[in-house]
């Protein structure tokens, strides 16, 4: 895909969300947790980040993109928060399924956040296309 313009790389940024999601559902066929964990945040980061930029919103940093999600769309009410606190949570169980030592997510926990987050990058996309 070439970039070569705002509406390019938004559309980039979104298809980025959809292909991590792909991916986490082919790494939970194989019970790979942590990184089905992994790939849910992206999906979810990568959708806030094309709705950032359709909003003409920077943002440099995970942290930013959260920060600047919550309070364009979650406290203006664009988005229900329930939203604001799965992107928050998910970022959290990356962070500890990433870097935490001698720690491993079991698939109860996990797919349920499946559901979670492909609910999460639909209501994106209804702010997006």
């Not at 895909?1 to 066929?29: C, G, P, V, W």
């Not at 229900?80 to 935490?100: A, C, I, N």
Request: negative net charge; proline residues 1%; hydrophobic residues 35%.
């Amino acid at each position: 895909m070439t970039i070569d313009n705002r509406d390019d790389y938004i559309k980039y940024r979104f298809q980025r969300a959809e292909e991590s999601f792909e991916e986490a559902l082919i790494l939970a066929e194989k019970e790979r947790w942590n990184t089905v964990i992994n790939r849910l945040y992206y999906s979810c980061f990568y959708a806030v980040i094309s709705l950032l930029l359709k909003n003409e919103i920077d943002s440099q940093t995970h942290d930013g993109a959260r920060t600047q999600f919550g309070l364009h769309f979650i406290k203006t009410g664009k988005i229900d928060k329930v939203y604001g606190k799965l992107f928050t949570k998910m970022f959290d169980y990356r962070q500890k399924g990433d870097y935490g030592d001698l720690f491993d997510y079991e698939e109860n926990f996990v797919k349920p956040l499946i559901e979670q987050v492909k609910e999460f990058i639909e209501e994106i996309r209804k702010h997006i296309y």
